[in-house]
């Protein structure tokens, strides 16, 4: 169900429409949104007919006395999926208003619509953005672990046999671009909105993407060949924002395991990438650096003085 919010952001986009007031009653016919502040929560008696009886109730000064909280006007009642839901009222007199009232009652109807499936849509991108979360937090999962996990996929319509690629990408240098703009927080959640938008139209409607943390972005795409998906994205941030991505491609995911193993394999990318000065690095081209980064620090150290002791040595023994 719609908020009070939502209703008075439709009265706020029908008055602007029409120019005369408009009144949004509940079933009760209590009014919950209006472009009169003062009326909002009182009782409308003509609505409350309206609702109960599914009819049009016209208030005019013959009838005004009868309906307690009323002006005159024209109530419809509105509905969604054959149920009354509310009614819609506007203010005036009778013989200028009537003409809107079936526009009135459809557009509120398309709006109430567009409201719920807006808020359905993002109730099902919230849910599985955390879905995925889960999946990027452990490589393996005890047995009710993995029985919860498939469950919730299934819920949230998330095929687990999907093939699918992990893309991570980093604004390079956003602290730099901030202070340069002098943006304030809400410029920056804007802006790191504003790219989600921009990049969701190189995507498809399988594909998902959300902002992971700070400055960072995470992609899970059905895309065969992520990394010209990648440059696309790249060439394109960069042309709007003047902005650019480090970003890494990981394996790809055919099993629930896989996704965990991709996601960190992107991140750890993005980390070889910056020090290698590289923008995008894939998975399938960058084994050597991902086994060498994996490998500790005192060992790489013992290497390179082992390295640099055979080498001292074979020059010594060098005949000139």
């Given at each position: 169900?719609?908020?009070?919010?939502?209703?008075?952001?439709?009265?706020?986009?029908?008055?602007?429409?029409?120019?005369?007031?408009?009144?949004?009653?509940?079933?009760?016919?209590?009014?919950?949104?209006?472009?009169?502040?003062?009326?909002?929560?009182?009782?409308?008696?003509?609505?409350?007919?309206?609702?109960?009886?599914?009819?049009?109730?016209?208030?005019?000064?013959?009838?005004?006395?009868?309906?307690?909280?009323?002006?005159?006007?024209?109530?419809?009642?509105?509905?969604?999926?054959?149920?009354?839901?509310?009614?819609?009222?506007i203010t005036g007199e009778p013989n200028e208003v009537?003409?809107?009232?079936?526009?009135?009652?459809?557009?509120?109807?398309?709006?109430?619509?567009?409201?719920?499936?807006?808020?359905?849509?993002?109730?099902?991108?919230?849910?599985?953005?955390?879905?995925?979360?889960?999946?990027?937090?452990?490589?393996?999962?005890?047995?009710?672990?993995?029985?919860?996990?498939?469950?919730?996929?299934?819920?949230?319509?998330?095929?687990?046999?999907?093939?699918?690629?992990?893309?991570?990408?980093?604004?390079?240098?956003?602290?730099?671009?901030?202070?340069?703009?002098?943006?304030?927080?809400?410029?920056?959640?804007?802006?790191?909105?504003?790219?989600?938008?921009?990049?969701?139209?190189?995507?498809?409607?399988?594909?998902?993407?959300?902002?992971?943390?700070?400055?960072?972005?995470?992609?899970?795409?059905?895309?065969?060949?992520?990394?010209?998906?990648?440059?696309?994205?790249?060439?394109?941030?960069?042309?709007?924002?003047?902005?650019?991505?480090?970003?890494?491609?990981?394996?790809?995911?055919?099993?629930?395991?896989?996704?965990?193993?991709?996601?960190?394999?992107?991140?750890?990318?993005?980390?070889?990438?910056?020090?290698?000065?590289?923008?995008?690095?894939?998975?399938?081209?960058?084994?050597?650096?991902?086994?060498?980064?994996?490998?500790?620090?005192?060992?790489?150290?013992?290497?390179?003085?082992?390295?640099?002791?055979?080498?001292?040595?074979?020059?010594?023994?060098?005949?000139?």
């Amino acid at each position: 169900m719609l908020s009070k919010e939502d209703y008075q952001k439709i009265v706020n986009r029908l008055m602007y429409i029409l120019g005369k007031n408009i009144n949004i009653m509940d079933i009760n016919g209590i009014i919950i949104a209006s472009g009169d502040e003062e009326r909002i929560g009182t009782l409308h008696e003509g609505a409350r007919e309206a609702a109960t009886f599914k009819k049009e109730v016209i208030i005019c000064d013959d009838n005004k006395h009868l309906y307690k909280g009323s002006k005159k006007g024209i109530n419809i009642p509105i509905f969604n999926n054959d149920d009354v839901i509310g009614v819609v009222g506007i203010t005036g007199e009778p013989n200028e208003v009537l003409g809107f009232g079936k526009i009135i009652k459809e557009l509120v109807e398309l709006m109430v619509q567009e409201y719920e499936n807006n808020k359905f849509q993002t109730f099902q991108s919230r849910a599985i953005e955390n879905f995925t979360k889960e999946l990027f937090k452990k490589q393996t999962f005890e047995k009710e672990e993995l029985s919860v996990l498939k469950h919730r996929a299934e819920i949230v319509g998330f095929n687990l046999k999907t093939k699918r690629y992990i893309i991570v990408l980093d604004i390079i240098t956003f602290n730099s671009y901030i202070n340069a703009n002098s943006l304030n927080e809400f410029d920056v959640q804007q802006i790191k909105q504003s790219i989600i938008d921009d990049i969701k139209l190189k995507l498809s409607k399988k594909d998902i993407i959300y902002n992971i943390s700070e400055d960072r972005f995470v992609i899970i795409t059905q895309n065969e060949n992520p990394l010209d998906l990648s440059r696309s994205i790249q060439k394109e941030i960069y042309e709007k924002y003047k902005l650019k991505f480090n970003i890494g491609i990981g394996k790809e995911c055919q099993d629930i395991e896989d996704y965990s193993i991709s996601f960190n394999i992107a991140n750890k990318l993005i980390k070889i990438g910056r020090i290698l000065n590289e923008e995008i690095l894939y998975y399938k081209d960058s084994l050597l650096y991902i086994m060498l980064d994996d490998v500790p620090e005192y060992i790489k150290k013992l290497y390179i003085n082992e390295l640099k002791t055979n080498c001292f040595d074979l020059n010594k023994n060098v005949e000139l």
